[in-house]
């Protein structure tokens, strides 16, 4: 048996024997938590950097879906279809309900915010109860966007809660009202590809029994907020470049008379007016005007799609110019119809304007709802039945989507260079223009407030 | 006595041994572990390296998916559809199911029937045949009658005759179980009244008209008949008074008799100039006029056959250009079918744009619920009630017509 023995204690020796060997063990220790640290952080960090790298991550919290295993982009998560055929394709712009504009590569790529204007928070789509019955047949904008932004990414257009037209900017968080104290807008102001002139409707009711549109002006404004023109009755778009704007007629008013008002079915009352639109002209910066759209083509119109409709009730309540300002496509409603929209008598429609020539043809669709131009001369728009049909210059129509009430579409906007149509809605769907076939989509990140060209371009 | 287990057995109060190598591996682990964990803790996560984009030589394109969700609740008539596809007529229910040839080799470009025994009657290149419910055929009518419009109901049949080097006003009415024929003197268009047993055709002036055929003339006439069988026709619209509401030189391209006979819709203009629907009583009373869109021409106009009320639908399609001349299928461009109603005399669009790019056919339903129009891709079925129950049928070939089961 082995047999340890208890060392004795004896007085301290001044150097302990093996103390040096226990230094230098310490300092090995120490000198390799230190090596380890340091080897372990290298390795940790290369690892990190491996696994983002793989997962192709963008945006932080951004939902992505990452690139696929040959490295390429797969998108926003829940793209569907090719999405790198949207590389280049623009940056869009939208805002979120906190009120935040955001702008973001068209294929999902390159978010960034904007800034954020209290005027955009929970912002919801134009609708014809945000403004008074009897204001809604004076103009409607021609699609459900809530704002506008500019391409410059820091012009937000808008109309306030109140009502007002209005013209913010994220740069600062400034809001400028464009109407005149008491008076209310229908719709955000409309404006120049560049921003440089701003157009704005505004109307005041009264009516003795009824509510009614008593007065119906226009206002022309540069950039700085200058006014260039004051005009009769509403306006309804400005030119891409500034140079023109379609407005009201007011002599196609007094040829058609007023409109009376009554008691609809389904509807609330509405005053009798004279400042609704019965026709339209074309307001030029260099001076004049010119007729482009009188009454009688207004009801010849319409008595395409309603062979029987009297003209008293027949009134302009959208028009658009398209970008070479040579087309407008115009809504036109009967405000006397009565009966189910959806199965009742045809009660709207739509008009594309020659404004060279100044004659109106009729796009019979039931229900028109959303409608643009395309920059390359072609045109799109929804109806009823839950379409969207693209028509492109000299070629048959083409549907883009069938079903679209179920998508909750809110606007048709085409892509800064018109090779793609998006469908905004709770889905954002790209639909190739040339090819309609060729899809692409993806959950909506935000309503969608402008489809911008890619900075440089 | 025993022994507690773990007990030592001796004491050693002896400092251990420093082992350097041992703690410096230890240390160095311990490090390498704590330096992982803080640099996963820390490290900031780089961008990625720009992903290369492949662009595929062609579009992946994802078909377009046609709404079918609401082919079922359509109601479907009652009856399948009759249509012509590669040289057989064939029936077929709206939903694609239960196809069935009815005749081989037959061209058909318009029917009558099928009665409660199945027989039908079918204008095929010209001829007029009788068409057995076990799909054999035989000729009706005389030998030197080429034909170029057959409406009718039951054994009653009108034919009009096919204009090319023939009297353009020798149409017969026919036997269509004995093929007894018996003349008179009206021309193409012409249309039958489904239960009153009148008859409308066209009459003179007959005058050729460019603007139809890509090459040539047709004779087209400028005034409306209405007659019974066993009676002369009489006079409905003439040519002063189609001139006086569709502009001079009109002429008459389409004609469709209300079910009970008492309304006639004329498709009247001419070629370059506005068209428009007239709807005329039988008394001659002026009802309504249909003006259409610039440079659309009725396709098809039909009365729906509903208990209680009537609807009419025009199908009026771009003809401008060198669409005018285009035939049907061939034709790349819109069109719209709109639906009025004599009562109250309103409207609706039942279909627009795409559907009626390159509509070759068209029929209402028997129970005049529904309407349909085909076309080379499909037959698109619109329910009158509510437009926004349309869908696409899986069902190709060019309609003809949509009667109910075994109609009368």
């Known amino acids: 048996m082995k047999v340890l023995r208890r060392v004795d204690r004896g007085p301290e020796p001044l150097v302990e024997a093996g103390q040096g060997r226990r230094r230098a063990a310490l300092a090995v220790t120490v000198v390799a938590v230190v090596v380890g640290l340091v080897a372990g952080g290298v390795a940790g960090e290369r690892v990190v950097g491996r696994r983002q790298a793989a997962r192709g991550a963008t945006t932080g919290a951004e939902d992505v879906a990452g690139a696929g295993a040959a490295g390429a982009w797969a998108g926003p998560r829940g793209t569907a279809g090719p999405i790198e055929q949207l590389r280049g394709a623009g940056v869009l712009l939208f805002t979120d309900p906190e009120g935040r504009a955001h702008a973001r590569a068209a294929d999902g790529r390159d978010h960034r915010v904007l800034g954020q204007l209290g005027e955009l928070a929970n912002r919801r789509g134009p609708s014809a109860f945000d403004v008074e019955e009897a204001a809604s047949w004076l103009a409607a904008p021609p699609d459900g966007r809530a704002v506008e932004l500019g391409t410059d990414a820091d012009q937000v257009y808008l109309r306030t809660e109140d009502g007002a037209a209005a013209v ?217 039945a839950g379409t969207a049909t693209y028509l492109p210059r000299d070629r048959p129509p083409q549907l883009l989507r069938s079903g679209i009430a179920n998508d909750g579409v809110y606007a048709v906007v085409p892509s800064p260079d018109g090779a793609w149509l998006l469908l905004a809605g709770a889905t954002w769907r790209f639909v190739r223009a040339d090819d309609p076939s060729v899809q692409i989509s993806y959950p909506a990140p935000g309503r969608l407030a402008t489809w911008a060209p890619e900075p440089g371009r | 006595m025993g022994r507690l287990l773990g007990d030592p057995e001796v004491w050693d109060d002896s400092p251990s041994r420093p082992r350097p190598a041992l703690r410096g591996l230890a240390g160095l682990a311990i490090g390498a572990v704590a330096g992982l964990l803080v640099a996963f803790a820390v490290v900031a996560r780089p961008a990625p390296p720009p992903p290369e984009v492949r662009l595929p030589a062609t ?52 029917v009558v029937g099928p009665d409660r025994a199945g027989v039908l009657v079918a204008l095929d290149s010209g001829l007029i045949s009788r068409i057995e419910a076990n799909g054999t055929t035989r000729r009706i009518g005389p030998a030197s009658f080429v034909a170029d419009g057959l409406v009718g109901t039951g054994r009653r049949l009108l034919a009009c005759p096919d204009p090319e080097g023939r009297a353009v006003d020798r149409s017969l009415l026919l036997d269509a179980a004995s093929g007894r024929a018996t003349p008179v003197r009206l021309g193409c268009p012409v249309a039958w009244a489904a239960r009153a047993g009148v008859f409308a055709g066209t009459g003179g002036p007959w005058t050729p008209v460019e603007g139809f055929l890509r090459a ?25 008074a189609l001139a006086a509401v569709a502009g001079k030189g009109a002429v008459v ?55 209680g009320s009537t609807a009419l639908a025009v199908a009026a399609l771009d003809r401008r250009g060198d669409l005018a001349t285009a035939e049907l299928a061939a034709r790349r461009a819109g069109g719209y079918l709109l639906a009025w109603q004599p009562t109250g005399g309103t409207a609706r669009v039942l279909a627009s744009g795409v559907p009626m790019v390159a509509a070759d056919g068209f029929a209402w339903s028997s129970d005049g619920d529904s309407v349909a129009v085909s076309a080379p891709g499909g037959v698109y079925i619109v329910k009158q009630a509510d437009v926004v129950y349309s869908t696409a049928s899986p069902v190709t070939g060019t309609l003809l017509a949509w009667p109910s089961r075994g109609a009368p």
């Open chain 1, 168 to 384: 913010g900017r994220l740069v600062d968080g400034s809001v400028r009202r464009l109407t005149p104290a008491g008076w209310r807008s229908p719709m955000a102001p409309r404006h120049s590809a560049d921003g440089s002139v701003l157009g704005v409707c505004g109307y005041r009711l009264g009516g003795e029994a009824l509510p009614a549109v008593t007065e119906a002006t226009s206002w022309v404004l540069d950039g700085s907020g200058t006014r260039l023109a004051t005009l009769p009755g509403c306006l309804y778009d400005v030119a891409a470049d500034g140079g023109s704007a379609l407005v009201a007629d007011p002599a196609q008013g007094r040829l058609a008379g007023p409109v009376p008002g009554g008691q609809f079915f389904g509807r609330p009352p509405m005053g009798r007016s004279d400042q609704l639109t019965r026709g339209l002209r074309l307001w030029r910066r260099d001076g004049g005007f010119r007729p482009v759209l009188g009454f009688d083509d207004v009801v010849r119109v319409f008595r395409t799609v309603q062979p029987g409709a009297g003209p008293s009730g027949l009134v302009i309540v959208a028009a658009v110019l398209a970008t070479d300002g040579r087309q407008a496509l115009v809504h036109i409603a009967d405000t006397m119809a009565e009966g189910d929209p959806r199965t009742g008598p045809e009660r709207e429609v739509l008009a594309l304007v020659d404004l060279e020539r100044g004659r109106a043809e009729p796009i019979p669709e039931h229900l028109p709802a959303w409608f643009t131009f395309l920059p390359t001369g072609g045109l799109v728009w929804t109806g009823g």
């Open chain 2, 253 to 307: 391209d389409g004609l469709a008799l209300s079910p009970d006979g008492k309304l006639v819709a004329v498709s009247a203009g001419r070629p370059g100039r506005p068209w428009q629907v007239l709807v005329v009583r039988s008394d001659g009373r002026h009802v309504a006029a249909i003006p259409l869109a610039a440079g659309h021409r009725p396709a098809w106009i039909g009365w729906s056959d509903r208990q």
């Open chain 2, 216 to 240: 040539g003339t047709t004779p087209k006439g400028g005034s409306v008949l209405l007659g019974r069988p066993g009676k002369r026709p009489r006079v409905l619209l003439d040519a002063k």
């Open chain 2, 59 to 110: 579009a992946e394109a994802p078909r377009l998916q046609v709404e079918r969700r609401t082919l079922e609740s359509i109601g479907i008539g009652g009856g399948p559809l009759l249509l012509t596809r590669s040289g057989r007529l064939e029936e077929v229910n709206a939903d694609g199911t239960d196809r069935k040839v009815v005749a081989q080799n037959v061209r058909a470009s318009a």
